[in-house]
């Protein structure tokens, strides 16, 4: 119990996805304007990376590793990655019409989000063995996101009322602005090891 | 680039990856294993080497293949193309190069969600011919690798105070941690940016034309 905890601390905060791993930037980047699409975003992102990082788990230690298909692993992954995420689309505007209005325009562009794909490779680079391990794992990874993509969201809100330097506008100035957000993650390295 | 009705030619192609269009420093995408590799110099040459051999082999294929692809279906037609390709190169680093396999861990499978490569495969390669594809690989992987390589040099002579491994400043200069860091990365790149933002308005604004 105290170990899933600690996986789940450790994804979400100390090894932030966006912040320490770089992963998942292009969103992080592009989709951080306003809060409310920050939300939907991070909110589709954990949604997805959960259900994917769950499947892909079940995927390689009950077909891959029995048939000795491990070299497979990247191709089927995005395959699946690819498929939940049409799948989630798909039900989500079937049976939960709000939902599919709040984040559904988001869902689409997730297939190519490298911190879905990223999880579902961490999972067995950093060697967690249960489903359970890889469900805490991907879902507070995915909250991870979350945290980081509203704080910036919010920072660049109130970046509308500030007098840049024109060569600073737009791209460099958010760029600045990650790079202190990850000073300030870099606090949570150094509690444990995993 | 589609509202041109003229697709540019493989001449075109080959240039405008290197500055015009450049997919890091103009496009701004492809920017996971932008910052996450390229701490040193060698890391960022090899990602930046292994990238374009993907897109090279994905815009042959893609391009070859353009006239049997569905449109609903193309987006899985690159990806799966891509995913083969991205195994290859990540078979052959670990033969070869192990050590930097290690070191780039999970960010040689993550080409495969690159932007740069489904975005080349889409714009060019499934509407062009093959030579125009190959053109287009060349110049948009070149221009990837130099900025990868610029941000690895940033980085690695202010954080490690070498180059390539080889320890080339003066033992009493500081090195500076941060751009081994996270940090580092999302410094560094801003400041490029920055930079190469204030040479273009400058450059427009001693043509003297106002908009950029």
């Known amino acids: 119990m105290f170990d899933l905890l600690f996986i789940g601390l450790s994804a979400a905060f100390i090894n932030n996805f966006v912040l320490t791993y770089f992963l998942g930037i292009c969103p992080f980047l592009g989709v951080s304007r306003k809060i409310d699409g920050a939300l939907g975003m991070g909110a589709a992102v954990t949604f997805v990376m959960t259900v994917a990082g769950g499947a892909t788990y079940l995927l390689h230690q009950y077909v891959l590793i029995p048939l000795g298909l491990e070299i497979l692993q990247y191709i089927a992954f995005i395959f699946v990655i690819a498929g939940t995420v049409q799948f989630v689309e798909l039900y989500v505007r079937r049976f939960y019409e709000p939902l599919h209005a709040a984040f559904g325009v988001y869902l689409p562009m997730i297939t190519t989000n490298c911190a879905v794909l990223g999880a579902c490779l961490l999972i067995w680079s950093r060697g967690y063995t249960t489903l359970a391990e890889a469900l805490v794992f991907s879902f507070c990874g995915g909250l991870g996101f979350l945290t980081a993509i509203v704080i910036m969201a919010g920072l660049r809100e109130e970046m509308v009322f500030a007098d840049i330097p024109q060569p600073l506008r737009g791209v460099p100035v958010s760029l600045f602005i990650a790079a202190i957000l990850a000073m300030a993650f870099t606090g949570f390295a150094g509690i444990g090891a995993r | 680039m589609s509202t041109v009705p003229q697709l540019p030619g493989a001449g075109e192609r080959l240039t405008q990856g290197w500055f015009a269009e450049n997919a890091i420093f103009v496009q701004l995408i492809g920017m996971c294993p932008t910052l996450a590799v390229t701490s040193t110099l060698p890391a960022a040459v090899t990602m930046g080497l292994a990238t374009t051999l993907v897109l090279l082999a994905s815009n042959i294929v ?9 449109p609903h279906l193309r987006i899985l037609v690159y990806t799966l193309t891509i995913a083969t390709f991205v195994t290859i190169v990540d078979r052959l680093l670990a033969a070869f190069l192990p050590g930097m396999s290690r070191q780039l861990g999970p960010y040689v499978p993550l080409i495969i969600v690159n932007c740069l490569i489904i975005s080349r495969a889409e714009a060019c390669a499934s509407r062009q011919s093959v030579l125009i594809a190959i053109a287009d690989a060349l110049g948009q992987g070149g221009g990837f690798l130099l900025a990868l390589s610029s941000l690895g040099l ?24 941060i751009f081994g860091l996270p940090a580092g990365a999302f410094l560094t790149l801003g400041t490029l940016v920055a ?12 043509r003297g034309d106002n908009h950029v």
């Open chain 2, 154 to 177: 940033v980085r690695e002579l202010l954080g490690f105070g070498s180059l390539w491994g080889v320890r080339c400043v003066p033992d009493e200069w500081p090195t500076f941690l």
């Open chain 2, 195 to 206: 930079v190469l933002n204030a040479w273009k308005l400058s450059r427009s604004a001693s």
């Open chain 2, 62 to 70: 893609t391009s070859l293949l353009r006239h049997h692809l569905q």
